[in-house]
């Protein structure tokens, strides 16, 4: 268990529509960041946050935007979903003094 | 940003030691590597990461070569569920990590 924790599990929705996935950091990390995979490909970062604050971009769509909260949760909205939108999405986090980051278990998006 | 190369697979024998190489010729005097590993389509995995010397955890052992240009992860007694793609990763210049595609590991019995 890497204690960062993501929900969904699971997700499917239709297109066109909006979803919100959740990520909670592990306990006193300040930095969240969101990747995304899509089949057979590789990790694609979307963005980071670092204790509320854009820190970072990356190929983030758009349609896609994403948030930090005060209690360090964060939260990526997507919408106008379309079919290729349909992919793992991966949060996370890590904090001052260390270097690495811990991943959470993903939500697996699937749009119809 | 600097960038890895690796294998996109090997093989390795239950028991035995896998040893994964990755080249980050382009690496600055200041990143680290690091190393993850995801499992089917689990979140990726730390196992662990390096400056200039060699480490090791409870988990695997990093070489580093003195230039930097290189490093091996080393398993040392390989498992069935070691089968994994395993990852060599440098920061970008924003901070986050940059992942290629990773050497597909398959531990076979």
């Known amino acids: 268990d890497s204690g960062v924790t993501q929900t969904p599990k699971h997700l499917i929705t239709a297109t066109g529509q909006r979803v919100t996935l959740r990520c909670s950091p592990r306990s006193g990390d300040l930095s969240v960041y969101w990747y995304q995979q899509s089949l057979d490909q590789g990790l694609q970062f979307l963005i980071q946050y670092y204790n509320g604050e854009e820190r970072a971009k990356g190929n983030i769509l758009e349609r896609f935007s994403a948030q930090q909260f005060p209690d360090l949760h964060s939260e990526l909205n997507l919408s106008s979903l379309e079919l290729g939108d349909s992919a793992l999405y991966f949060c996370?986090?890590?904090?001052?003094?260390?270097?690495?980051?811990?991943f959470g278990q993903g939500t697996r998006l699937t749009v119809v | 940003d600097a960038k890895t190369t690796q294998p996109p697979s090997m093989d390795c024998a239950e028991g035995r030691a896998a040893n994964l190489p990755c080249n980050h010729s382009t690496i600055s005097g200041n990143e680290y590597v690091y190393w993850y590993r995801q499992i089917h389509s689990q979140g990726p995995q730390y196992i662990i990461h390096?400056?200039?010397n060699n480490e090791t955890n409870e988990m695997a052992s990093l070489i580093i070569t003195e230039d930097r240009k290189s490093s091996t992860l080393i398993l040392p007694h390989a498992t069935l569920r070691d089968t994994a793609v395993y990852y060599c990763i440098v920061r970008g210049s924003q901070g986050n990590l940059i992942f290629g595609k990773g050497t597909k590991l398959s531990v076979k019995p």
């Open positions: 390096g400056l200039k």
């Open positions: 996370a986090s890590s904090g001052t003094g260390r270097t690495e980051a811990f």
